[in-house]
């Protein structure tokens, strides 16, 4: 949808010569928001957004809001933001509802802070397949700096290294908010109702096809000369085998792979089934069919084929009286039905088996939430690990085992969980196998350029494409790829924006390094001139103080 929108906004072309073939019924993406007040609410997850989202808020300030007339969808958080900015009042907790008692620390060692440092300024060459354990030790991960930044971005210790490196890099700044999350920037209700549906009407009412249903199954590619070009595209519509030629023309752009793909859902009383199959159909096997006709378009077995580490399952709790709220404003100090900032990010649970984080946004979070009634999110990024209370992996349990675990955590009296936990919420667990996917090591030729190398019609999108220095997992990425995919097949003379990298701005590099040791000021007398004369980080590090 975002090409759709730069497409007409930025290329000048006509609404009603863009489809878009949806796979599912509905559009955008992860950025999802479904259910109801009776069966429960659904959330698969959200994006955490902040300002320097250069594209992201580039493209919604051309779409106009649903909910505040004659302003944009970046004047409505910008608005909302500005009213109600993020804070954290508890961003970790562990004995069962206290809060963490070195929260406002990051508790790094000088090693673990020499490490940080040194892997930002490692080339991405020399990471190709390597994990985050390979190059940071134990020093690193018994920080707290490692429990904020994992339960924030959901990474795990076997992940790339180049992608953590690229986050230490792109959010050199969220060091600064890591302990009360003050650097993000929220929507008003979910990101299916605040972004995808107003992006989605936009497009809609300028003449843009929507084709849901349709499953794409391959892009026959001619790359027989010294350019490639996209020749056919075979898909499936209501069991039917389908297609159509192209021609230099005809502009295809495509998502190859996907963090939701086979998400399932289970209920209160049933476990979310793990579904790993990829057939003709899916979006990974798509990505296949491209890439068997060339290695420039990427090696997407890298990412798939090991769902084991690509998975975890998040849970939506919807509550049913006022016993998990009235909980929820205990341990928060604030009123869930405020309809203001609650949670500001993840409360993560530092003790807990399953390395639980919950998220209670503002409320309503869905616009037909009825009132008194609550929705939060709960993830584990140990879903296959017994639980602290409930003794069995999160992913094999019901929405009330996982409802009990976490009110466990939370400090309910132990008479009182099994009764709240049946009676209080309706919890709906989704187990995703392929939710970090875009984290598995790689190498760098293993996604497919934006626009590969000779291709005159032929693009990538999204969080398998690659672009230099930005990051996955973000809604950033997904428009970033979409604005250079168009801005490069149609020749659009509007430069890209830059991604915002803190780590070339040397104040924001002292502030973070300050962070690092947990406020101490490091001193700057000369640090910049050591910067610019290229002098060796362990030296540099050593002089000015950052170990």
Known sequence: MAAAAFLIRDAGMAPSAITILEA??????????????????????????????????DLYRS?????IPEASVLDEVWQVNQADPSTSPVRAMCNRGQPLADRDRLTLTGKARREIIALILTDEDELAG??????????????????????????????SAIEMKRYLARFVHQILGLKDLHTLKFTRYNQQESLSRPLATWLADQGVVFRHGVKVTNVAVDASGRTKVATHLDWLENGAVT????????????????M?????????????????????????????????????????????????????????????DAR????????????????????????????????MSWVVSRQPHFKGQPEGQMVAWLYGLFSDVPGDYVKKPMQDCTGEEITREWLFHMGVPMDQIDDIAATGATTRPC???????????????????????????????????????????????????????????????????????????????????AELRDGEKVPASGLIRHLTQGTEIDDLLERYGLV
Request: proline letters at 6%.
């Open 130 to 159: 390597k994990t985050i354990a390979d190059v940071l030790s134990g020093d690193f991960m018994t920080s707290n700096f490692w429990l904020f930044w994992r339960s924030m971005f959901a990474f795990e210790t076997w992940h």
């Open 431 to 513: 187990l995703m196998p392929f939710i970090t996917a875009q984290f598995m090591p790689r190498a760098p030729a293993d996604r497919p350029k934006v626009v590969p190398d000779g291709s005159i019609n032929l693009a990538f999108l999204g969080q398998f494409a690659e672009t230099p220095r930005d990051t996955v997992f973000t809604t950033e990425y997904s428009v970033r790829t979409a604005m250079e995919a168009v801005y490069t097949l149609c020749g659009v003379r509007r430069a890209v924006p830059d991604v915002s990298d803190g780590i070339f701005d040397v104040r924001m590099l002292l502030q973070a390094a």
């Open 63 to 67: 779409i106009p809001s649903l909910e």
């Open 24 to 57: 599912s019924d509905n559009d955008g993406g992860a950025l999802d928001g479904a259910g109801n007040a009776e069966t429960g609410w659904l959330i698969r997850g959200g994006r955490e957004m902040e300002e320097q989202f250069e594209c992201l808020w």
């Open 243 to 258: 297609g159509v030629d192209l021609g230099p023309a005809d502009l295809v752009f495509v998502t190859n792979g996907s």
């Open 324 to 355: 998990i709220p009235e909980l929820v404003k205990r341990i928060t100090g604030r009123d869930p039905f405020s309809g203001k900032i609650i949670t500001g990010g993840p409360v993560t649970i530092a003790d807990s088996s399953w390395l």
């Open 260 to 320: 939701v793909e086979n998400s399932r859902w289970g209920d209160h009383h049933t476990p979310a089934p793990i579904d790993t199959t990829i057939g003709e159909g899916s979006v990974w096997q798509l990505w296949r069919n491209i890439a068997a006709q060339d290695a420039v378009f990427g090696n997407p077995d890298v990412f798939c084929s090991d769902t084991k580490k690509s998975r975890w399952l998040s849970a939506t709790v919807t509550t049913r």
